[in-house]
Nanobody, 119 residues
Framework: QVELVESGGGLVQPGGSLRLSCSAS?????MGWYRQAPGKQRELVAA???????TYADSVRGRFTISRDNAKNMIYLQMNVLKSEDTAVYYC????????????????WGQGNQVTISS
């Protein structure tokens, strides 16, 4: 049983920054972040493989950076130049298959972190 524990999140003003962390109980090849805003479809924000290959949603590319520390079984999401439309619950996600994670959502989920961008 793989458990994902998230930390970070909170309220930030537009243009601000925030860093999310996710700690896994084991090593999984594919890890990433999904987000869901009220009334909207869940979307993949970013994902990364054990080898460091990363992908991003068009809406966050250039502003967000995903990274991982394989020795600690952790991933991070550095979010810069935050916008109101980034407001959502962010979920850490993992799966042995990076393809399944990116296309359907991985089998393991974190508890979710609220990120609110507001003045």
């Amino acid at each position: 049983q793989v458990e994902l524990v998230e930390s970070g999140g909170g309220l930030v003003q537009p243009g601000g920054s925030l860093r999310l962390s996710c700690s896994a109980s084991g090593s999984i090849n594919g890890m990433g972040w999904y987000r869901q805003a009220p009334g909207k479809q869940r979307e993949l924000v970013a994902a990364i493989t054990r080898g460091g290959s990363a992908t991003y949603a068009d809406s966050v590319r250039g502003r967000f950076t995903i990274s991982r520390d394989n020795a600690k079984n952790m991933i991070y999401l550095q979010m810069n130049v935050l916008k109101s439309e980034d407001t959502a619950v962010y979920y850490c996600n993992a799966d042995e298959s990076s393809v399944r994670l990116a296309t359907q959502g991985g089998r393991y989920w974190g508890q979710g972190n609220q990120v609110t961008i507001s003045s």
